[in-house]
């Protein structure tokens, strides 16, 4: 499995936006970056996922670098609801292998 | 709506006791999983289940056991062989290609006393 490598913490200013990065240097070709997130003693939300093309929802934007060996979350107008812990995790596209969630990025939304 | 739910949300149990964590979902997913926190730390598999009456452990399924009898529900016995049971435990869903990701539960925080 790949594994991936975050930043342990970090601050954003309230309406900036929020950029989270996550390496994952070893990822296979048939593997997805997910994202999640987990505001304190709850269960971890689905953000968002990706192959190879950036992708947008609702909640965030998820850029991936052409070599795939790395990608950042985006936050474009970070809230005080928006600090949690976010989690990046590589899966790959079929059949299911174990998957590790690290200690992931506490990103501390300050107003 | 549909969801996860675990029950209770905290539980309290004498050392030496078993203790069963509820997770039942209404989302017609067919894999489901235990995750395992402890403070500051990410999440370890215990147990995961692709379809009924089939599961496997994960990373740390030492002093845990798990059934599989209906689609939804999962529940999970930490047993009295489990060194360190106080933690916050997660229960999770998904489909088998996990388009949409994980759906997590709210979690239950056991303690051992």
């Known amino acids: 499995d790949a594994k991936t490598t975050q930043p342990p913490s970090m601050d954003c200013a309230e309406g900036r936006a929020a950029n989270l990065p996550c390496n994952h240097s070893t990822i296979s070709g048939n593997e997805y970056v997910y994202w999640y997130r987990q505001i304190h003693s709850q269960g971890p939300q689905y953000i968002i996922h990706g192959l190879k093309n950036n992708e947008t929802n609702e909640m965030a934007s998820l850029i991936i670098t052409e070599d795939r060996k790395s990608s950042t979350l985006i936050l474009p107008h970070a809230t005080l609801r928006d600090t949690a812990v976010y989690y990046c995790i590589i899966e790959p596209a079929g059949g299911y292998q174990k998957v590790t969630f690290g200690t992931g990025t506490k990103l501390q939304v300050i107003p | 709506d549909g969801g996860i739910t675990q029950s209770p949300k905290y539980l309290f149990r004498k050392e030496g006791q078993n203790v069963t964590l509820s997770c039942e979902q209404n989302?017609?997913?067919?894999?489901m999983y235990w995750y395992r926190q402890d403070p500051g730390q990410g999440l370890r598999l215990i147990y995961y289940?692709?379809?009924?009456?089939?599961?496997q452990k994960g990373d740390i399924a030492e002093g845990y056991s798990v059934s599989r009898e209906k689609k939804e529900s999962f529940p999970l016995t930490v047993t009295s062989a489990q060194k360190n049971p106080t933690a916050f435990y997660l229960c999770a869903s998904s489909t088998p290609d996990r388009v949409g990701g994980y759906t997590f539960g709210s979690g239950t925080r056991l303690t051992v006393v």
């Open positions: 289940s692709q379809i009924v009456n089939d599961f």
């Open positions: 989302l017609n997913h067919d894999a």
